[in-house]
Every structure is written in C-alpha cells, then in structure tokens.
C-alpha cells in the first residue's frame, strides 16, 4: 500500500524567510504533483514533477523531485502572506504498474505566513 | 475556458437518505474522478472514469456508493442510506488523458460538502 507522508503538517513562519516542505513516499513512482488548497476552496494545481531530478519553479515556489529517495520538496524562498495556504503532494503509481488509478495524497501542510 | 463545475455546493441531509452529487468535467475531458476530503485531511481516491466506463472504483468503501457517466461527459455520484461517517468534501477532477499518459495531471472542482446530520 502506498503511503505519502508529508512533514512538517504545520508551520507557522515569518514573512521573509525560507522554508521546506518534505514529501515522502514509500513505493516505487517518478510522478508526482504538488498542489495548492485554501481554505473552503478547492485544489489547485502547482507543479507536475515528471522524472527524476526534475525542478520546478514558479515565483518564491520551487519544486523538486528525487525518485531514488522517494523524496519531494517544495521549497519557498522569502515567503509572503499570499502563500498561507494548505500545500498537498501526491503521488501517481498507474505508470510504476501498481495501485488504483487515482492519486494518492498526503495530508497536507498548513502554512501560516505572519507578517 | 470552464474548469470543473460541483452541484450542489452544500448538501445537508438527514441519516438514512440518499443523495445524488453532480460533476461536470471540462470539456473535452475523457478521465474523471471522484474523491473524498475529510475535515484536515487530504483527498482521498473513490473512483475513475475513463469515458462512459468505471476503470477503477477500488476507492470506493463500499456498495451505498455507487457513480455513473452515461455520456462519458458528466458524472453523478450516488450515495444510498447515508451515514454520519459520510460527511466531507467530495471532489471532482478531470484529466485530458488516462493515467497511463505521462502526465496526468488533474483539475479539480470546487467541491460538495455533504453534511449528515
């Protein structure tokens, strides 16, 4: 079964600082995707990280991608108020042969950013 | 263009009942899938669709739950007898190729939050 954990489920941080969000996962799997949730909202999507190595970035957001460690981060450079938000990873195994053909999600980190 | 539409946006119903939860993907779409949002958790998977058909309903916890897509276009989920337990979030989301594409990213609506009471 395949598990994702993300770490820390929490995190409260300063505007101005940088910080990482850890993905790990425990099955063989090299898609993996990175989204956004805020509150009462729906998911929106981040970055789609496709192959080993890959690196993403979008704005104070970048993404990456180590499938030998089953490791993803989102890393946030000089955080802003407008990144407060619940940050989901999630994992696809239908292209590793194995598990359901949905997405399997952590369970998120709620980042505060205070000003 | 459109992105994913949910009706209703809340639900409320009493223990017992049935209800009926709408999606319509974007268009062009031919994946599809449900899952469910429990209060701070993530999404989790009930179902798929790849055209009319149910690819994969592995997700599904059990036989009061039912969807169907008779047009390969929108879907609606089924719930029969709803319990308590039932209360969340169900999501929607659609992809423009089955999961066996490279990239299958998936866009989400914006939700039915169901409330048993």
């Known amino acids: ?115 | 263009g459109a992105g994913v539409s949910q009706t209703p946006s809340n639900k409320v119903t009493e223990k017992g009942k049935y209800v009926e939860l709408r999606c319509d993907p974007i268009s062009g779409h031919t994946a599809l899938y449900w899952y469910r949002q429990s209060l701070g958790q993530g999404p989790e998977f009930l179902i798929y669709f790849q055209g009319t058909g149910a690819a994969d309903d592995s997700g599904l916890p059990n036989d009061r739950f039912f969807a169907v897509r008779p047009e390969g276009s929108v879907s609606t989920l089924k719930i029969q007898r709803t319990e308590r337990g039932d209360s969340a979030v169900y999501l929607c989301a659609s992809s423009d190729g089955p999961p066996g594409e490279r990239n299958n990213e998936q866009f989400f609506g914006p939700g039915t939050r169901l409330t048993v009471l």
């Open chain 1, 1 to 115: 079964e395949l598990k994702v954990e993300q770490n820390p489920l929490f995190l409260s941080m300063q505007e101005g600082k940088n910080y990482t969000i850890y993905c790990n996962y425990s099955t063989t799997s090299d898609r993996l995707y990175w989204y956004r949730q805020d509150p009462g909202k729906s998911l929106e999507s981040l970055f789609v990280l496709l192959s080993n190595g890959a690196v993403k970035q979008e704005g104070r957001l970048m993404a990456s991608l180590d499938t030998k460690a089953r490791l993803s981060t989102l890393h946030i450079t000089a955080a802003v108020h407008d990144l407060s938000a619940t940050y989901f990873c999630a994992v696809d195994l239908f292209y590793s042969g194995g598990g359901a053909d949905g997405l399997t999600f952590g369970k998120g980190t709620h980042l505060i950013i205070q000003p």
